[in-house]
């Protein structure tokens, strides 16, 4: 499928008429918003076999990954419908006048939020329905009450259309305004240029790459008026695996860690690019399940061709580095169609401390081991990342000082510390935190994923002395 490259004056229509309905949108109510999620998963499914078969032609991610990822997607939908309902949109503080003298008296004040205004939504390649057109960014967005316009996704643009038209259809029956989600499409990085600089876009949610997310990052905050720029720019995401589970786990714990390395292809931003383990027998013997499971791994074409070189110039850049050691070499088949083979290398906790390029992002099924010798190494490790957004912990159930060390430092660096299982697999819940400090994302403070992301698009303002009438709506903005 063509993919076309909008011109500047497009943008600007599809952003000046965002615009334009942005104070409606935020005026709406709650069962207003509930209703047109609602509808939009509802139309999810009934177009389900269509939309999986074109996602299909396009990703290579298989019809199963992608029913999946509809269910989630329609799961996000119907969510923050009911967390809109439940007045979370609209939550206020109030905090009564006191006559008393200062400090301790004060007018009446409020604390409301209101809407940001339109937004701009980056899809991401590799769930071209849970993070592209109505994904979980478009539905927080909308459920805040802001427009907005999907820069569609160059990997899948027959799909981005059909969701798109979709979702026209819905909103055109539920007699609301076309202008509420807009869709502007481009190859180039003119495209995002272009829409990242409107000066009625009020904020920028970004789902990609570290290169191309940064750019954008800086582009909104050299604006004459700064705007917010959520990005989630993915990350090495660490495993360590201590003594504890090593010792009765080991064979078992790098299958679970292969199955995960290779989902997707390795295109999940919650990969595990690299795992952390204590010299020893038991490390040699998960080092070995873990190769020979990822040696027998199949694997499907990336995303896109540009995709699959950045995986080889990756490889090359992992396994050419003096000090790594290859376990598992991939394929040296640089055919741009071809699957990638799984790559696997180790390398010491010394080595990988001082060398910035091994603390890299490999967007692909490639792991690195580190072997370490003490705790100490392990924190060091960690702290040489800088910024994930998941740390694994195997082998923490004991409170012993040296846990505790590593369980700090996990904190410290990544937005989701997990204590089983892997982190492929991000749950959509109030309690989810999916970003983490820089580089894994732009806004630490802010989730991606789960309802929390909501209130990325919401600014509070305290309302002192408010007029009757003011007060009465309760938080939703006039």
């Known amino acids: 499928m063509q993919i076309q ?6 943008i600007h229509t599809t952003v000046t008429a965002s615009a334009y309905i942005a104070d409606d949108w935020a005026q709406s109510s709650a069962r207003t918003r509930a209703l047109l999620l609602r509808a939009l998963a509802s139309a999810l499914d009934i177009e389900r076999e269509t939309l999986v078969r074109i996602a299909a032609e396009e990703t290579s991610l298989g019809s199963a990954r992608l029913h999946g990822e509809i269910d989630r997607t329609r799961f996000q939908l119907n969510g923050f419908a009911d967390y809109v309902e439940a007045g979370h949109a609209f939550a206020l503080t109030d905090d009564p006048a006191l006559a008393e003298a200062p400090p301790a008296g004060r007018p009446h004040l409020s604390r409301v939020r209101i809407p940001l205004g339109p937004v701009a939504m980056f899809s991401a390649s590799n769930f071209p329905f849970a993070f592209s057109v109505l994904g979980g960014d478009t539905a927080s967005a909308l459920a805040a009450g802001c427009p907005v ?32 989600l807009g869709m502007v499409e481009g190859a180039g990085i003119e495209v995002g240029t272009e829409l990242v600089n409107h000066p009625d876009i009020a904020a920028v949610a970004f789902t990609g790459s570290f290169k191309g997310g940064a750019a954008l990052w800086r582009l909104a905050n050299a604006r004459a008026r700064p705007i917010a720029f959520y990005g989630e720019l993915g990350s090495i995401n660490p495993v360590v695996a201590l003594p504890a589970a090593l010792a009765t786990q080991a064979q078992a714990l790098a299958q679970t860690l292969a199955a995960s390395i290779e989902f997707g292809c390795g295109q999940v931003c919650t990969s595990p690019g690299l795992v952390v383990l204590f010299e020893g027998a038991d490390a040699q013997r998960f080092e070995d399940t873990l190769r020979d499971e990822l ?31 290859t376990l598992l070499a991939g394929s040296a088949d640089h055919d741009e169609t071809a699957p990638p083979r799984p790559v696997l290398a180790r390398t010491s906790a010394k080595h990988f401390i001082a060398t910035p390029a091994l603390h890299e992002e490999i967007f692909g099924p490639a792991c690195l081991i580190v072997r370490v010798g003490s705790t100490d190494e392990i924190v060091d490790v960690l702290g040489a990342i800088g910024g994930s957004l998941t740390v694994t912990l195997w082998g923490a159930d004991e409170d012993t000082p040296d846990v505790r060390r590593v369980a700090r430092r996990a904190t410290q660096i990544a937005g989701r510390v997990l204590f089983s ?17 820089w580089p ?39």
Do not use: N
């Open 440 to 478: 894994a994302s732009t806004q630490p403070f802010t989730t991606s994923v789960g309802y929390e992301a909501l209130e990325r698009f919401l600014r509070p303002v305290a309302l002192q002395s408010a007029p009757a009438w003011l007060s009465a709506r309760a938080g939703q903005p006039c």
């Open 149 to 180: 316009v999907v820069k569609a996704h160059p990997g899948h643009p027959k799909l981005s259309r059909k969701v798109f038209e979709l979702a026209r259809a819905v909103i055109a029956g539920q007699g609301l305004s076309a202008a509420l």
């Open 5 to 10: 490259d909008h011109s500047a004056a497009h």
């Open 421 to 437: 299982g892997v982190p492929t697999g991000v749950a959509v819940t109030r309690s989810q935190q999916h970003g983490g400090p």
């Open 295 to 325: 040696r027998e791994k199949p694997t499907h074409r990336m995303l896109t061709p540009a995709m699959k070189r950045t995986f080889d110039a990756g490889v090359a850049r992992l396994l050419g580095t003096p000090g790594v050691q």
